[in-house]
């Protein structure tokens, strides 16, 4: 090959060398560039997005350091429920003790009633009382020197649920109440916000009312324990004589016979309407039947003469 050919085609491969680096860097520098401003764009989105989050974020959050956290204590209703064999005829007197007893600790009596001997029934008695913690075991002593305690039976209710869900509605509405206060309060308020927002305020302190009420109601029946007993006189057993059998047959004889004589009234009484009608229908009966014998022996007659 000449020499002079030679010296181009190195120039030529040296020339597509540098072109082909030169292309490489610049391939290289472009990649860069789009990475640091893919990565710039990245930022930038999140820094955007982190903007709009950012206050729900910060919203929920809060929500969540302020939500009620569940009570850790429980609230549970204990009741007992006692029955009292009072040995003797001092009934009335032992309700009566019991009653002034619980006068005397931290017991609230709910009911008491005393029902008196009579031919059939035999005296008995009730009592319902609310009694604090500390002096049940008192209380139920001094009901078990009144007499034998034929059955104790004890039972509980958890009310928690209850008692969390009520508290939470106390706090939501006395939120609510307060800020229709503070919009009330505020200067500048048309009549018209002003009748509506008084309507709102009067809604929510009836409700708050009514929940701080059912609130003492709980912890009245988790902070005392239910107590009912019941008083019986014991039954007496007697002896029974020989001739025991024959009086108590004349006795069930006597309702025997009365039974049966009430039971003819009522037949005569429901036969007695029936008899009006009866009686007069067979009297009708009576006299066509005889009309229809005596027309017909004269037709007979005729008919033998001929």
Known sequence: MPRKSMVLLCVAILASAGC??????????????????????????????????AP???RIRTAMLEAPVFAASRYVAVHHKLEIVEPGTG?????DAVVAYCGTIQCELLTSSVTNETAVLSPSGNISARVAPQDLTKFLDFVGKQGKISQHSTGSEDK?????????????QTDFRDSLRKMLAKPGVSVGDLLQIQEKLAEAQAELDSEATQRKILA????????????????RITSRSTFAPIGEALRESGSVLAESLAALITAIAAVIPWLIVIVPGFWVLVKLWRRFRKNRKPSAAAHGVS
């Not at 928690?160 to 939501?172: H, R, Y």
């Open 220 to 235: 009245n029946e988790t902070e005392k324990v239910f107590v009912e007993v019941g008083f019986r006189s014991e039954q």
């Open 91 to 95: 009934l009335a007197k032992s309700i």
């Open 56 to 58: 729900a974020y910060a």
């Open 160 to 172: 928690t649920a209850a008692v969390v869900d009520v508290e939470a509605k106390i706090k939501n």
């Open 20 to 53: 082909a680096h030169k292309s490489a860097r610049y391939m290289r520098d472009m990649a860069v560039d789009d990475a640091e401003t893919n990565e710039y764009s990245q930022t930038t989105a999140y820094s955007a997005v982190q903007s709009k989050i």
